[in-house]
Every structure is written in structure tokens, then in C-alpha cells.
């Protein structure tokens, strides 16, 4: 269990179940109307991505420029969810 998380694995194994939750979305929204809309998928999508790339650079021992430029686009993205979520 610690190689899992040492390696880094946990967080692909996260990154992984994000892309396909972002695919089940917009699937159902193309075949129903329902849902979010590809905008609203892309965006939280990214800000997850962010937060777990930099989860994954921290539990690597990634350099603390690199975890923090994944944190300042992950806030970022946060900011484009909230925007694309308002207008909505």
C-alpha cells in the first residue's frame, strides 16, 4: 500500500476515475440534454486534474514550484467552474 501512494499510483488511479466520470457526464448530457454541459464537464474537470496532479507531485517529492503552479491553475480553473456554473 505505501509503494501505491509513493509511486504516485493513487493519484493516476484518480486521474484515471476523472476522465471517466468527465465521459459518463457528457455522455449523458449528449444522449439525454440532462446534466452538464461540456463547458461545465471541462471545467471542473480541470480543476480536479490540478488538484490531484499537484496531490501527485507532493507524494513524489515533486520540487514546491511545480506542486504550486498545479495549485495556481487548479485555483484557476476553480475560478472558470464558477464562471461557466454563474452564467448558467
Known amino acids: 500500500m505505501h509503494e501505491l501512494f509513493a509511486s504516485g499510483r493513487a493519484a493516476d488511479i484518480i486521474i484515471a476515475l476523472l476522465f471517466a466520470e ?5 455522455l449523458v448530457h449528449k444522449r439525454t440534454g440532462q446534466g452538464l454541459s461540456a463547458p461545465m464537464i471541462l471545467s471542473n474537470l480541470a480543476a480536479g486534474l490540478c488538484l490531484v496532479l499537484a496531490l501527485r507531485g507532493a507524494l513524489t517529492g ?16 476553480h475560478a472558470a467552474d464558477l464562471y461557466v456554473r454563474w452564467r448558467h
Open 22 to 26: 468527465a465521459l459518463v457526464l457528457w
Open 62 to 77: 515533486a520540487h514546491w514550484s511545480w506542486i504550486s503552479a498545479c495549485l495556481l491553475a487548479g485555483l484557476a480553473a
